[in-house]
Structures are given as C-alpha cells and as structure tokens.
C-alpha cells in the first residue's frame, strides 16, 4: 500500500472508533496489507482487495479470549 493510502486508513479508522491514539503501519514483508496498532499493541491487520476493479479493505481482529477476562 502507498503511504497516501495509510495515511487515509490510519484517518478513518480514528475517526470511525474516535480513538486517536490508532496507528496504521507499513508490513516489513507484505505489500497488499498493513498492520494496526492501539498505543504500541498490535492489535490486527488490513488487507487491500482490488479485484474487479473496485478496491476495497478488509480488517481483521483477533480477540483472545484471555483478553476478555478482568
């Protein structure tokens, strides 16, 4: 992904959750996704989909069940 389009990514996902502290990061080894971050964890992944013509993103979360305890 181009650094214009994490940077529209990182604004809406701010926006969308009213979280400023989101951050959307570069993959070291991919190209078609990025990484997201809450503070300094990581917290899932966005892929880009660009098939048919259309783009689309989609984000993927993983919530551990140990997270969910107090």
Same mark, same amino acid.
């Given at each position: 992904? $181009?650094?214009?389009? #994490? ?6 996902? =701010? @926006? $969308?959750?009213?979280?400023?502290? /989101?951050?959307? @990061? @570069? =993959?070291? @080894?991919?190209? !078609?996704? %990025? *990484?997201?971050? %809450?503070? *300094? *964890?990581? #917290?899932?992944?966005?892929?880009? &989909?660009?098939? &048919? !013509?259309? %783009? ?6 993983? /919530?551990?069940? &140990? !997270?969910?305890? !107090?």
């Amino acid at each position: 992904m $181009t650094p214009a389009e #994490i940077k529209t990514l990182e604004k809406y996902l =701010r @926006k $969308t959750f009213s979280l400023e502290a /989101i951050e959307v @990061k @570069k =993959r070291t @080894k991919k190209q !078609d996704s %990025v *990484e997201v971050f %809450v503070k *300094e *964890e990581f #917290i899932g992944v966005i892929y880009k &989909d660009d098939e &048919d !013509d259309e %783009v689309s993103y989609q984000f993927q979360m993983a /919530i551990l069940e &140990d !997270d969910l305890k !107090d």
